[in-house]
Nanobody, 115 residues
Framework: QVQLVESGGGLVQPGGSLRLSCAIS????????VGWYRQAPGKQRELVAT???????RYADDVKGRSTITADIDMNTVDLQMNGLKPEDTAVYYC?????????WGQGTQVTVSS
């Protein structure tokens, strides 16, 4: 059973930074892609960033340029560094691993951007 555990969320002031980490029970190379998603209250879950085991990354337009997703192959973790945080970044952030049509989700970590 694949398990994903997120960490690193919290309360941060506007303009601040956070680094979220997703620990995966297995090799990242077993998956087609690993991504970070978020869901704000009353809104649908949306993609934030994705990393492919071979290296390419993709970002949602509203985080592009201020977020970086990285995969640590040795540690089997996928981190999301977010800078210049805005109140609209407030959401529960989830990690998802995708493998041949199957999806595995973590429990999520809350990020709140507020002064």
């Amino acid at each position: 059973q694949v398990q994903l555990v997120e960490s690193g969320g919290g309360l941060v002031q506007p303009g601040g930074s956070l680094r979220l980490s997703c620990a995966i029970s297995g090799s990242i190379f077993a998956f087609d892609a690993v991504g970070w998603y978020r869901q704000a209250p009353g809104k649908q879950r949306e993609l934030v960033a994705t990393v492919f085991p071979t290296g390419p990354t993709r970002y949602a337009d509203d985080v592009k340029g201020r977020s970086t997703i990285t995969a640590d192959i040795d540690m089997n973790t996928v981190d999301l560094q977010m800078n210049g945080l805005k109140p609209e970044d407030t959401a529960v952030y989830y990690c998802k691993a995708q493998e041949h049509g199957s999806e595995y989700w973590g429990q999520g970590t809350q990020v709140t951007v507020s002064s």
